[in-house]
C-alpha cells in the first residue's frame, strides 16, 4: 500500500510556492491516492486562483466555492496563529504538513512579533490542539530553514524554535510522529538570487553580488517536495531530514546567467542577517546524524527520544553551500537543465517556481 492511499491530508499555508507543489504531487497519486487534501491558508484569492487552476476553468465565478467539502480538493480559510481554525481544520485528519511562515529576513527583523506569532506560536496552536482535542493525527511535519541552523536574524531564530518546539512535543504526543524537514534557499523562488538577477541582466545590469565568497544551495521546488515525501515514508518520530542537494558560488552563478551579454558585477557589501555559506547540518548536530540515501536524518538532542543514535565518533563535520560547490561547468549545465538560462521571465518553468 503506498503511503498516501486513502489518508486526510493537511496542507497548512498550502497557496505558497511549496504547498502548490507538494499538493500538486499529492493530487497526481505517484505515491498513493489520498482521500482527502486540505489546504488551510488565510488568502482568500490565492486559494480562488489554486481552486481555479486545479479544474482548469476559464471563466470561473465565485459559485466555484460551492460543494467545496464535496471534493477531494478542499480550502478552508483560516490561520495558523488562530487555535481554533488549527483546532477546525485538524479534525479527521491522518497527516499535516505545516508550511506556514512568515520568511522574509528583513520583514521579520523590523516585526519580530509577528514572526514570533506565525514561526513559533503556529505550531504551538497545532499541538496544543493535536493534545488538548486528542486527534489521532499520525504524522506532523514541520518545514524549516537552512537559517535556523546557528541563526543570526530573526527569522531564523524563530524558525529554531519552531523546530525544538516540534521536537519536544513528540514526548507529549507519543502517537504522532513528529518531523521536521530543512532546507536552503529554493532554486528561483520568489526572493531569491535567480530571479533578482535575472531582472537585473533585463535592466542591463549591474549584476549585484553581495560577497565574492557566497555560495548558495540550489534546491528546486520539487526536491523540496520530495524531501517532505521521502521523511514522511521513512522518517522515525523527531528526526529532522535534510536533503543532499548541489551547491554553487555566487560569482559563477552571475556569470552563468549572463552568459556573453555585456553586463557588469558589482559587489555591494553583505547584507544585515545574510551568511556567506548556508549550513543544513551544524558540527553540534553531525555526531547525531546519519545518511539515509540522499538525505541526511538528525537525530533528536532529547535522550528519551532518540533511543537509537548513530555511533558517535567524535568527528565534527558541517554540511554548507561552501563545502564542495559545483564548479562552473557543472553549474551551467544545471541551469541549462532546469530552463533558467534561456527561459524568459515569463516562461512556465518561471511562472512555476517564482
Same mark, same amino acid.
Request: net charge neutral; glycine share 8%.
Given at each position: 500500500?503506498?503511503?498516501?492511499?486513502?489518508?486526510?491530508?493537511?496542507?497548512?499555508?498550502?497557496?505558497?510556492?511549496?504547498?502548490?507543489?507538494?499538493?500538486?504531487?499529492?493530487?497526481?497519486?505517484?505515491?498513493?491516492?489520498?482521500?482527502?487534501?486540505?489546504?488551510?491558508?488565510?488568502?482568500?484569492?490565492?486559494?480562488?486562483?489554486?481552486?481555479?487552476?486545479?479544474?482548469?476553468?476559464?471563466?470561473?465565478?465565485?459559485?466555484?466555492?460551492?460543494?467545496?467539502?464535496?471534493?477531494?480538493?478542499?480550502?478552508?480559510?483560516?490561520?495558523?496563529?488562530?487555535?481554533?481554525?488549527?483546532?477546525?481544520?485538524?479534525?479527521?485528519?491522518?497527516?499535516?504538513?505545516?508550511?506556514?511562515?512568515?520568511?522574509?529576513?528583513?520583514?521579520?527583523?523590523?516585526?519580530?512579533?509577528?514572526?514570533?506569532?506565525?514561526?513559533?506560536?503556529?505550531?504551538?496552536?497545532?499541538?496544543?490542539?493535536?493534545?488538548?482535542?486528542?486527534?489521532?493525527?499520525?504524522?506532523?511535519?514541520?518545514?524549516?530553514?537552512?537559517?535556523?541552523?546557528?541563526?543570526?536574524?530573526?527569522?531564523?531564530?524563530?524558525?529554531?524554535?519552531?523546530?525544538?518546539?516540534?521536537?519536544?512535543?513528540?514526548?507529549?504526543?507519543?502517537?504522532?510522529?513528529?518531523?521536521?524537514?530543512?532546507?536552503?534557499?529554493?532554486?528561483?523562488?520568489?526572493?531569491?538570487?535567480?530571479?533578482?538577477?535575472?531582472?537585473?541582466?533585463?535592466?542591463?545590469?549591474?549584476?549585484?553580488?553581495?560577497?565574492?565568497?557566497?555560495?548558495?544551495?540550489?534546491?528546486?521546488?520539487?526536491?523540496?517536495?520530495?524531501?517532505?515525501?521521502? /521523511?514522511?515514508?521513512?522518517? =522515525? +518520530?523527531? *528526526? $529532522?531530514? #535534510?536533503?543532499? &542537494?548541489?551547491?554553487?558560488?555566487?560569482?559563477?552563478?552571475?556569470? /552563468?546567467?549572463?552568459?556573453? =551579454? +555585456?553586463? *557588469? $558585477?558589482? #559587489?555591494?557589501? &553583505?547584507?544585515?542577517?545574510?551568511?556567506?555559506?548556508?549550513?543544513?547540518?551544524?558540527?553540534?548536530?553531525?555526531?547525531?546524524?546519519?545518511?539515509?540515501?540522499?538525505?541526511?536524518?538528525?537525530?533528536?538532542?532529547?535522550?528519551?527520544?532518540?533511543?537509537?543514535?548513530?555511533?558517535?565518533?567524535?568527528?565534527?563535520?558541517?554540511?554548507?553551500?561552501?563545502?564542495?560547490?559545483?564548479?562552473?561547468?557543472?553549474?551551467?549545465?544545471?541551469?541549462?537543465?532546469?530552463?533558467?538560462?534561456?527561459?524568459?521571465?515569463?516562461?512556465?518553468?518561471?511562472?512555476?517556481?517564482?
Amino acid at each position: 500500500m503506498a503511503i498516501f492511499d486513502g489518508k486526510r491530508i493537511l496542507v497548512i499555508g498550502g497557496t505558497g510556492s511549496l504547498g502548490k507543489v507538494l499538493v500538486g504531487k499529492l493530487l497526481a497519486g505517484e505515491a498513493g491516492r489520498p482521500d482527502r487534501i486540505v489546504v488551510m491558508s488565510r488568502d482568500e484569492a490565492k486559494q480562488h486562483q489554486m481552486r481555479v487552476d486545479y479544474h482548469n476553468l476559464r471563466s470561473p465565478t465565485d459559485e466555484v466555492v460551492y460543494e467545496n467539502f464535496r471534493r477531494t480538493l478542499q480550502f478552508r480559510i483560516g490561520d495558523v496563529r488562530d487555535y481554533n481554525s488549527v483546532a477546525a481544520a485538524l479534525q479527521d485528519v491522518d497527516i499535516v504538513v505545516n508550511a506556514a511562515a512568515l520568511k522574509q529576513v528583513p520583514a521579520c527583523e523590523y516585526f519580530p512579533m509577528q514572526a514570533v506569532q506565525t514561526n513559533i506560536l503556529g505550531p504551538e496552536n497545532i499541538v496544543n490542539a493535536i493534545r488538548n482535542l486528542r486527534l489521532p493525527v499520525e504524522t506532523l511535519v514541520g518545514v524549516s530553514t537552512d537559517k535556523a541552523v546557528a541563526p543570526v536574524n530573526v527569522m531564523g531564530m524563530t524558525k529554531a524554535l519552531q523546530e525544538r518546539l516540534l521536537i519536544s512535543a513528540q514526548l507529549a504526543l507519543p502517537d504522532t510522529r513528529i518531523l521536521i524537514v530543512r532546507y536552503g534557499n529554493v532554486l528561483a523562488s520568489r526572493g531569491s538570487v535567480v530571479p533578482l538577477f535575472r531582472q537585473q541582466i533585463q535592466a542591463g545590469g549591474p549584476v549585484t553580488i553581495t560577497d565574492e565568497r557566497m555560495t548558495r544551495f540550489l534546491l528546486s521546488l520539487p526536491e523540496a517536495v520530495d524531501t517532505i515525501v521521502a /521523511a514522511i515514508a521513512s522518517g =522515525r +518520530p523527531a *528526526e $529532522t531530514w #535534510v536533503p543532499e &542537494i548541489p551547491a554553487a558560488r555566487i560569482t559563477d552563478l552571475a556569470r /552563468a546567467m549572463i552568459g556573453d =551579454r +555585456p553586463i *557588469e $558585477t558589482v #559587489v555591494t557589501g &553583505i547584507r544585515p542577517g545574510e551568511k556567506i555559506h548556508e549550513v543544513l547540518v551544524s558540527a553540534e548536530e553531525s555526531v547525531r546524524t546519519e545518511r539515509r540515501g540522499n538525505y541526511y536524518a538528525i537525530h533528536s538532542l532529547l535522550p528519551e527520544i532518540a533511543a537509537a543514535r548513530p555511533p558517535q565518533t567524535g568527528d565534527y563535520w558541517e554540511y554548507t553551500s561552501g563545502t564542495s560547490p559545483m564548479d562552473f561547468e557543472s553549474l551551467r549545465a544545471l541551469l541549462d537543465r532546469r530552463g533558467l538560462l534561456a527561459a524568459s521571465a515569463g516562461s512556465p518553468e518561471m511562472e512555476l517556481l517564482c
